[in-house]
Nanobody
């Protein structure tokens, strides 16, 4: 089992950059594919980025492709997402999530979730 804690969310201006971090505790971090899921008010959850256990494979939603970069550090049990050129539409609570095995786009396949961190992008 893995516990996840996000940090880094805050209020920024459109066009700004922001880096979210997720610290994981528990054994075998490298056994989990990791993802970032966001949920805006009144909208469905969206898997915006995911990274494979080794870090060699990644997935990005079309809405963030070219602007977000996910990375992981298995030695330090950490996964980050670097967000560039932020838009008001990126405003959401961002959750770090994990699943045993490989990347899946199905959000309900992720077993472990953090509490979330709020990102607000003002225009």
């Amino acid at each position: 089992q893995v516990q996840l804690e996000e940090s880094g969310g805050r209020l920024v201006q459109a066009g700004d950059s922001l880096r979210l971090s997720c610290a994981a505790s528990g054994p075998f971090f490298s056994a989990y594919a990791m993802g970032w899921v966001r949920q805006a008010p009144g909208k469905e959850r969206e898997l915006v980025a995911a990274i494979s256990r080794s870090g060699l494979g990644t997935y990005y939603a079309d809405s963030v492709k070219g602007r977000f970069t996910i990375s992981r550090d298995n030695a330090n049990n950490k996964v980050d997402v670097q967000m560039e050129s932020l838009e008001p539409e990126d405003t959401a609570v961002y959750y770090c999530t994990a699943r045993s095995g490989g990347i899946m786009q199905r959000i309900d396949s992720y077993d472990y979730w953090g509490q979330g961190t709020q990102v607000t992008v003002s225009s």
